[in-house]
């Protein structure tokens, strides 16, 4: 079965940037997005098809994949962005594959 | 503005049976894809199932292959989860999520939630 891999956590302060990466074999042939999840809360997608942001997403959310290696940046964090993040993708036998997820904590 | 909204969900014990269901509004249901994905108390997301828009095609995790099977009634707007032969490790929040359209690659729309406990 496919797997990607997240580290479990991440801490920054406010306004550093926070970098979240996400590695797979093969992840450069298949997009991968991003989901934000806050305590008690559905999932939101931040980030699809790598780069895209949809609407309503700020700009200060970003996506970035070089090689096996896909990275979600938040820039200028802020308290509200503590959350867990999940990137997504699709694997070959058209099933979806999350990874573990990361916790993001802004001290 | 989209809308999804799970039920169905509750204790059963280990061997049981539930259906879960999803009813969606706000869009044209029958023109999109659908999974169900879901999240076991303190853990990560786990993809369950998917289906095409018109059922023409259905995809299962492993761990549930076999055991469930999702289904929609696209005249009701509603998707559904037919879960047997429970197990412990079946306990979760089970999500109703919608496939983007334009870019079937990710999920655009997630409902709140319906509570799967298999307990005895």
């Known amino acids: 079965s496919y797997d990607l891999t997240q580290p479990a956590s991440l801490s920054v302060s406010p306004g550093q940037t926070a970098s979240i990466f996400c590695s797979g074999d093969?992840?450069?042939?298949?997009?991968v997005s991003w989901y934000q999840q806050k305590p008690g809360q559905s999932p939101v997608l931040v980030i699809y098809?790598?780069?895209k942001r949809p609407s309503g997403i700020p700009e200060r959310f970003s996506g970035s994949r070089y090689g096996s290696t896909a990275t979600l940046t938040v820039s200028e964090t802020q308290a509200m962005d503590e959350a867990d993040y999940y990137c997504?993708?699709?694997?070959?036998?058209?099933?979806?594959?999350f990874g573990g997820g990361t916790k993001l904590t802004v001290l | 503005e989209v809308q999804l909204v799970e039920s169905g969900g509750g204790l059963v014990q280990p061997g049981g049976s539930l259906r879960l269901s999803c009813v969606a509004s706000?869009?044209?249901?029958?023109?999109?894809?659908m999974n169900w994905v879901r999240q076991a108390p303190g853990k990560g997301l786990e993809w369950v199932s998917h289906?095409?828009?018109?059922?023409?095609?259905?995809y299962y995790a492993d761990s549930v292959k076999g055991r469930f099977t999702i289904s929609r009634d696209n005249a009701k707007k509603s998707l559904y989860l037919q879960m047997n032969s429970l197990r412990a490790e079946d306990t979760a929040l089970y999500y109703c999520?919608?496939?983007?359209?334009?870019?079937?690659?990710?999920?655009?729309?997630w409902g709140q939630g319906t509570l799967v406990t298999v307990s005895s």
């Open positions: 706000g869009f044209n249901f029958r023109s999109y894809s």
């Open positions: 289906i095409y828009s018109d059922s023409t095609f259905t």
């Open positions: 999520a919608r496939l983007a359209g334009s870019d079937p690659d990710n999920f655009d729309h």
């Open positions: 093969r992840l450069g042939d298949k997009f």
């Open positions: 997504q993708v699709w694997d070959s036998t058209s099933a979806v594959v």
């Open positions: 098809q790598d780069t």
